[in-house]
Structure formats: C-alpha cells, structure tokens
C-alpha cells in the first residue's frame, strides 16, 4: 500500500481522516484506531510537513489519534482526567466530529453547484441609474466650471505648458510701469492684472514682474506668505539709470 | 392608488434603475400597498416574465426582489459580458456551509468543526460580502459572531435561507 | 439562427445586464443578425415596450441601444433610488462643461477629453432634456453630435449660450 500516489490536497486532519476511512472502507462506527492512526501518521510522513497548510492542525489530531490508541489498548485504565463512563466507546467524540464535518464538507460541495449554476444568471452591471431620473434640476454655473476646472486639472499632467516668451512679457512690463503712480506709493498687484483675468494672463503678468524687479526697476513687498504683493517704482535708482 | 398595469411598470422601473435587491417593505411604502397585494402582483408579474420573448426575471432574495436574466440565455450574454467570476475555494465553501447553517457562528466553532484554522477564509469571505459579523457572543472574550449576507443568498441563487438542504441529523449535532 | 422571441429575450437580456449602451454592431455580431433585421427586431420591441405594464424602454443612442426606465416612472423611481438629488453628478457636470463649451461634439472627442466612457451619462444627459443630438459630423463613421438644449439654459439660468463664462485656458489646455 502505497501512501505516495496521493498528493491531493487535504483541508484538514479531519479532511484526510475521512479519506483515509473511506478508502479503506472503514465503518465509521467501528474505527480501527491502532490501523487508523498508523495509516494517518505515515500520510503526513511520506508527504513531509512542508507540503501540509496548517501542520499544527494536522499534528494535534495526530497527537489525539495515538491517546485514543493508546486508551483503546488499556481501557480498564482511564485516566482519571478523562473518566469514561461504562460502555462508553472513547472513539465516540471522534466519530462525532468526523460525521459532522463530513456533513459540511457535503455542504459545501452543494454550494460549489450552485454557485456553477447561479454563474448563469446575471444581475445587472454599472452604476444604478440613480442620476438620469430627477424631474428638476438645480445646478449653477459654478459647479460647471468647477467640473470643467478639475478637468482641465486633470488633463494637465500630460500637457506640457509653453511658457510665455518676450514680447509678451515686455508688453506687460510696459504696462505694470505705467500703472505705478510716479510719487512711490505701493499699488496692490492684483490690481493691476485685475481679479478676472485669465491664468495665462496673470502668469505673464508674473513674469513680467519677475524681470522688473530682477531689473531693479521695482520694488515688490510681500507681508505674508499668500498675502497680496505690494508693488512700488523705485524712483530714484529709476531716474539715476535712465539718466 | 396606482392602477395595476401602472404597478407593475413602476415595480419594473424601480428594479431595473436599483439594479440591487428592494425589500417588499420599500415597495409596500413606495407603491403604498398591502402586503398581500403585492405578493399577487409579483405573482402575476413572473407569469408575465415567463413568456417567450422576455429575457429577465424578477427573483426572490430574502423577502425581496431583485432583477436578474434568465439562465438560458447565459451564453449569449456571457459572449459580452464576462462573469465576474470570483472563485470560491473548497475551504471557503466549507466554511460558508458551516456558517450558513449554525449562523451565528463563531470563529472558534467554525474552527472546531472544519478542524483548521480558518482566519484567512473568513477575512475573505468577509471582503467578499458573502458573510458579515453579526454581534458578539456573551461569552468571556465576546468573540465576533458571523453569518451570512443578502450577497450570499444572491450568489448562491437562494431566495431564503430556508431553501438549503435540511440537514439528516440536525438535532444530535447542535449544541 | 435564433427563433425571433428567442432573439427579443436575448436582447432584453443582454441590455439589461450591460447597463451600457450596446453598439448596433455588437449586437449584430453576438446575435447574427443582418443590419436590417436588428432595425426591425428593435422597433417592433419599442412596441412592445410600449405597453402600459412596462417600466422600462430601449433608447437609441448614437448608433446603439441603451435600456433606461420610462420617464412617466421618475418621481416614484427616484424616491427610492435618491429621495433629495435634483444635483448632477459630478460625471454629469463634466460632461456637460464639456458638451456646452465644444458644441456640436461627438462622443468619441468628449470621452476623448474626459478619458472615461460616458455613454451612460450621455444617455442620462438626453434624458434630462439637457443635451440633444445636433446632425452627424460629414465624416466616416458619421458619429453623431451633441449640443446643449434650451433646458440647459433654463437649468444654469442663461438666456443665450454667449452668456457662459468665458474660459481662461481654452486654447492651451484642451487639445
């Protein structure tokens, strides 16, 4: 008898008892233990540990099989921790735990059809419809373009951005110079590329500025982080350079 | 009160917008019906379903209903659409029997009968909807008590739990 | 070759379980069924739909069907689906931001811009009364062209669509 040809999977000691006893063509009320045992423990052997999933399960019934041998060897004498009752076959417990599980095993196998069958139907894909009934809609234009905003957002970190070049930066120094009273006085920056100005402009604008004060020709201020950036001429050094 | 033809138009409607199971009391509130009435309207809807040229149903699932296609055109509509096809292991299976019939269950029980540990099948389980925790056990330790969903009965195509095989020997082996 | 009520089951079942918009040609193929049969087949379920006990409804879409409910069943529909959502989805929005800034535009080129599908949503869009078909662009394939309504400009409170806010970053940030 070879114990090697079988490599299927077990789910459990339980599992590979039920094997064991049903290749044998074991009466469950009647286990041979001694053999049962003997048969169980060569299995784990000849497999080797490694391949078992949950080997501390598969040792405690091991361990469990060969007190019931041993007590089925003796059974006048019982431990006194585990009395048995008169005529109390001590495979009792055992037979019990294998002919429920074996029912669960059955169970399962049940469901395994049924779920091959109930793959046949289909329920319904995708989102419910939820958002084609309303008979009114409320919605406003500012959630438009904040749609069209996270798009554009989104289609973005693919987009390389072409930075503005000369001219147009040169138009918009020209512009923030002239908009600067002559006396000094600070002027916010804001208000001089306007609150409703488009992105691109404002960049422009930015940069513009970036080149006027790197020119020296203005003196930005900036009170907070994220605060409005006060602009003034630097007249003198202005005049002096122009000079 | 709505006329009868325009019940089950709505009763249509309301299952294939949800797509999802709805419990005969939404539609009871929803349609402002009776119990009974409903009951014989999804009769006579099934009778309506059954005909040639449909190719959906209305199921039952745990005192609910839910819109499904008929088995027999499996084939076709799996030609576009793929089965979302979960497998179920022989030990989540396992599992799931013993949770569907001693529901509900603890781990430590489910793990008594299975023989094995069983914490990696019921996380699973779990994450796929098919059981869910069910309080806890008033016992030292309060252990999490499991059992099963309206996904379950769903996939197994169950209109209730009622509809699993009785067990042979039930009485000895609750405890 | 499929007996005609087989073939109207298959298609109910087939449209129901995709939720989507299914192309004439899918259906073609999946069924072998010649163009002018499946336009027949079609219409001849648009009847039967029609009827009072029905719910639901095949639209035409773009060169394809779509299942949706019938509009007469919206009020009780959306009682349970969403009691309070007169919004937009923020799907729905997009796709509008889209359609009203780059009317007439073809579905390939809004899905093009937003990077997802958006039959359905298109399909909700129509429905609502917001966007309809404007012509098909005179190139292959003939794809057809969605433009706002005058409801979208009752809805976002415009008398002409020179009243939409003018973008920032239209040209650079689209194409």
Do not use: C
């Amino acid at each position: 008898m070879s114990y090697l040809v079988n490599l299927e999977k077990f789910y459990g000691p339980l599992d590979l008892l039920l094997y064991l006893l049903e290749r044998e063509e074991i009466d469950i009320y009647d286990i041979p233990i001694a053999r049962i045992t003997d048969q169980y423990i060569a299995y784990i052997d000849a497999i080797g540990y490694s391949d078992l999933d949950n080997i501390g399960d598969f040792l405690s019934m091991a361990s469990y099989l060969l007190k019931l041998k041993s007590r089925m060897l003796l059974p006048v004498y019982a431990s006194d921790d585990e009395q048995l009752e008169e005529g109390e076959d001590p495979r009792e417990e055992l037979v019990n735990r294998i002919l429920e599980y074996k029912q669960f095993k059955q169970l399962g196998e049940y469901l395994g059809d049924r779920y091959e069958d109930s793959q046949r139907i289909f329920f319904r894909y995708g989102q419910p419809e939820a958002e084609s009934l309303d008979a009114e809609i409320a919605s406003s234009i500012k959630a438009l373009l904040r749609a069209w905003d996270g798009l554009i957002t989104r289609n973005n970190t693919e987009i390389e951005f072409e930075l503005p070049q000369g001219e147009a930066i040169a138009e918009k120094m020209d512009a923030i110079l002239s908009r600067l009273p002559a006396d000094g006085l600070p002027i916010l920056f804001g208000d001089i590329y306007g609150e409703n100005s488009f992105r691109r402009e404002a960049l422009i604008y930015f940069l513009a500025l970036l080149e006027l004060i790197r020119l020296q020709k203005v003196e930005a201020l900036q009170e907070s982080h994220f605060g409005s950036i006060k602009l003034s001429i630097r007249v003198a050094i202005d005049n002096v350079n122009a000079g | 009160m709505l006329m009868r033809a325009e019940i089950k138009a709505s009763i249509e409607a309301l299952l294939f917008a949800s797509g999802e199971r709805i419990s005969e009391q939404e539609l009871m509130e929803i349609l402002q019906l009776g119990e009974a009435d409903l009951k014989e309207i999804m009769r006579e809807m099934a009778v309506d379903y059954n005909q040639a040229g449909r190719g959906i149903r209305i199921l039952n699932l745990d005192g609910g209903y839910i819109m499904a296609t008929k088995q027999e055109h499996a084939s076709i509509v799996s030609q576009m659409i793929k089965p979302v096809s979960r497998r179920l292991s022989p030990a989540a299976l396992e599992t799931l029997a013993v949770i569907a019939y001693r529901q509900p269950v603890s781990k430590t029980e489910i793990e008594r009968i299975r023989g094995v540990k069983t914490d990696r099948v019921i996380s699973g389980l779990i994450e796929k909807g098919l059981i869910k925790e069910m309080g806890r056990k008033p016992v030292p330790g309060k252990p999490v008590l499991y059992g099963t969903t309206h996904e379950f009965l769903k996939v197994f195509s169950l209109s209730t739990l009622d509809e699993l095989p009785r067990l042979e020997n039930e009485e000895e082996n609750i405890d």
